[in-house]
């Protein structure tokens, strides 16, 4: 039986001693104590019918040798060269090398075939399902924009006339997705956490700007907490005051995910300011979104 991890292809010979490797994520070697002595180990677990069955035999030293590999891997579930990526290439305001990361686009082109053939699975925690669809919004979003690279904006993009976030290009255990798609369908839908809007980025100037560093499942409350609250009191989005607020059309077009929350957008806004406090009748106006790209 052949298993794929993440760049890594071992054979796992069920009628003999085997091993899973995860060399990407640099973890160690791990033993199946079933390979140690699987006709002890099957009998104790079904008796003596599977022993005396051998295509049922296989059958089953397969499942549990696949089982066992899903496991492994739902606790082991890594972002780092995503993280790598990002460190080099977004600086600490969320301003993009869009040039730089053309360079090592291969090294992106790796990540992005290990979010492909690596989808979230039944057994994964959600923090982890949660972490993994912002990571690859994100990560798939840059894809699509060094494609067309150099461009002046994301609204440029055009396919079979379609716009960026509605052509499928983004591939994931066989399925394919539109950034759209996974934006109000894998995330949203699931997870009904309006602080989704400041973690996923569309690479414009007015978005909330994208984090130098993945998101992870243990610390994803942190991190998005860190990015509502990053994006709501900066002043390159939103210009507060006790009594007006001028805010990020992203409160406009999405307001009805934070009334879910909070029965206004002031009230919803004053909870992520803590130095400030905002009247709940405080009047609101939209700012004007820039689509330029984020460019630095």
């Known amino acids: 039986m052949l298993v794929s991890t993440c760049g890594s292809l071992e054979r796992i010979d069920p009628e003999n001693c085997g091993m899973v490797v995860v060399s990407a994520l640099n973890v160690k070697i791990l033993q199946l104590e079933y390979c140690k002595k699987p006709d002890n180990y099957l009998t104790s677990l079904f008796g003596t019918f599977v022993q005396k069955n051998?295509?049922?035999k296989s059958i089953v030293a397969t499942i549990l040798l696949f089982t066992f590999t899903s496991f492994l891997w739902s606790q082991?579930?890594?972002?780092?060269?995503?993280?790598?990526?990002?460190?080099?290439?977004?600086?600490?305001?969320?301003?993009?090398?869009?040039?730089?990361?053309?360079?090592?686009?291969?090294?992106?082109?790796?990540?992005?075939?290990?979010?492909?053939k690596n989808p979230p699975q039944p057994n994964w925690k959600v923090e982890q399902q949660e972490a993994f669809w912002i990571n690859a919004y994100n990560a798939f979003t840059i894809?699509?924009?060094?494609?067309?690279?150099?461009?002046?904006?994301?609204?440029?993009?055009?396919?079979?006339?379609?716009?960026?976030?509605?052509?499928?290009?983004?591939?994931?255990?066989?399925?394919?997705y539109t950034l759209n798609y996974i934006e109000k369908t894998m995330l949203l839908g699931q997870f009904n956490?309006?602080?989704?809007?400041?973690?996923?980025?569309?690479?414009?100037?007015?978005c909330p700007p994208l984090r130098n560093k993945a998101y992870t499942a243990e610390n994803l409350n942190i991190e998005l907490r860190l990015a509502a609250r990053g994006f709501i009191n900066d002043d390159r989005y939103n210009i507060l005051s006790k009594n007006h607020l001028q805010v990020s059309k992203i409160f406009e077009w999405y307001a009805s995910d934070f009334l879910k929350e909070e029965?206004?957008?002031?009230v919803y806004i004053n909870?992520?300011?803590?130095?400030?406090?905002?009247?709940?009748?405080?009047?609101?106006?939209?700012?004007?979104?820039?689509w330029d790209l984020n460019g630095k």
């Open 54 to 56: 051998p295509m049922l």
């Open 263 to 266: 029965s206004s957008i002031p």
């Open 193 to 206: 956490d309006s602080r989704i809007h400041f973690a996923i980025n569309c690479s414009a100037k007015s």
């Open 271 to 290: 909870k992520q300011t803590p130095h400030l406090e905002i009247a709940k009748n405080a009047s609101l106006n939209f700012l004007k979104y820039n």
């Open 76 to 116: 082991n579930v890594t972002h780092g060269q995503w993280t790598d990526l990002l460190q080099k290439y977004v600086d600490p305001y969320g301003n993009v090398n869009y040039q730089g990361f053309k360079s090592d686009e291969e090294v992106l082109n790796q990540y992005l075939e290990f979010l492909e």
């Open 143 to 176: 894809k699509l924009i060094l494609k067309y690279y150099p461009l002046k904006t994301i609204m440029d993009i055009k396919e079979d006339g379609k716009d960026a976030w509605n052509i499928p290009f983004i591939d994931i255990g066989g399925k394919l």
